[in-house]
């Protein structure tokens, strides 16, 4: 029984050590017991396995202590590339909605366009203001001033 356990421990074990356990196994021949050989490489080995076992938990551990460092700044990224999407979004409605006054002097079409722009963004949240107010102080091709505020 033991002498299949021997040779079955023989096969798993990785081809690097099997040399050194050949060597072993000649050296105890005559001096130790299958018994006694087997009892000591299962000593060996176990104390191998406690190790790696060891290392595993241990970077289980680091991990469970990065990961939520990691995580949060994931997100803090992700929360700033969303800042200047929206900043990037309302400048470019003011934009337009000041080329359209400019062109039409018509407030009703900038504030359509300035919506259709900013149809991503909550409405009650965005407010504005446009400089010169009335289309009868102002005529076609007047600068005008359209500023946005996102709260």
Request: aromatic share 10%; charged share 20%.
């Given at each position: 029984?033991?002498?299949?356990?021997?040779?079955?421990?023989?096969?798993?074990?990785?081809?690097?050590?099997?040399n050194?356990?050949?060597?072993?196994?000649?050296?105890?021949?005559?001096?130790?017991?299958?018994?006694?050989?087997?009892?000591?490489f299962?000593?060996?080995?176990?104390?191998?396995?406690?190790?790696?076992?060891?290392?595993?938990?241990?970077?289980?551990?680091?991990?469970?202590?990065?990961?939520?460092?990691v995580?949060?700044?994931?997100?803090?990224?992700?929360?700033?590339?969303?800042?200047?999407?929206?900043?990037?979004?309302?400048?470019?409605?003011?934009?337009?909605?000041?080329?359209?006054?400019?062109?039409?002097?018509?407030?009703?079409?900038?504030?359509?366009?300035?919506?259709?722009?900013?149809?991503n963004?909550?409405?009650?949240?965005?407010?504005?203001?446009?400089?010169?107010?009335?289309?009868?102080?102002?005529?076609?091709?007047?600068?005008?001033?359209?500023?946005?505020?996102?709260?």
């Open positions: 029984m033991w002498e299949k356990l021997v040779k079955r421990i023989k096969k798993i074990y990785s081809l690097n050590n099997l050194s356990l050949k060597y072993e196994t000649k050296r105890l021949k005559g001096s130790l017991t299958t018994k006694k050989f087997l009892k000591r299962l000593r060996k080995f176990l104390r191998k396995n406690a190790f790696y076992s060891f290392q595993n938990g241990q970077a289980t551990l680091e991990f469970a202590l990065v990961i939520p460092v995580i949060m700044v994931i997100l803090a990224v992700s929360q700033f590339g969303y800042i200047v999407y929206v900043e990037n979004l309302i400048q470019q409605a003011s934009r337009e909605g000041a080329r359209v006054i400019s062109t039409t002097n018509s407030n009703e079409k900038a504030y359509h366009t300035i919506g259709i722009l900013c149809s963004l909550n409405k009650e949240s965005l407010d504005t203001f446009v400089f010169p107010q009335s289309p009868s102080s102002r005529n076609v091709g007047d600068l005008v001033t359209v500023q946005l505020t996102y709260r």
